[in-house]
């Protein structure tokens, strides 16, 4: 797979993810959204960025629970729990919200 974001070729794996992530920008991420389905929002990018900046901080993606508490502290119980992220992405975080994001694929992850 790949996607032509201005001019320039992007590759991608069969199932979407960003073969190199040091090419990872926004106009990449909304490429990657258009194919999975999703209309990025301020809330979208709220995950993202969150997503990016563990994985930044820590190294890899951070699970689940995880994220959900990071997302409690930040933006309250509103916006933290599964269901929540599921409305916005619906593969949920890490089969749409990481991929989106430009972080690796986690082992065993279609």
């Known amino acids: 797979m790949e996607l032509q974001i201005d ?3 992007i590759l991608l794996s069969e199932a979407g993810w960003l073969e190199d992530l040091s090419e990872w920008n926004e106009k990449i991420a909304e490429g990657i959204a258009t194919n999975e389905k999703v ?3 301020d809330e979208h990018w709220d995950i993202i ?3 990016r900046e563990y994985f930044t901080e820590y190294g890899t993606v951070a699970e689940p629970r995880v994220f959900s508490k990071l997302m409690k502290k930040k933006y ?3 916006r933290s729990s599964q269901q929540y992220i599921y409305s ?3 593969y949920g975080l890490i089969k749409s919200a990481n ?3 430009g972080l690796p ?3 065993g992850c279609s």
């Open 99 to 101: 991929k989106i994001a």
């Open 76 to 78: 309250g119980a509103e």
């Open 88 to 90: 916005l992405f619906p």
């Open 7 to 9: 001019g320039k070729t």
């Open 49 to 51: 960025n969150e997503a």
């Open 105 to 107: 694929r986690p082992k």
């Open 39 to 41: 209309e990025l929002t």
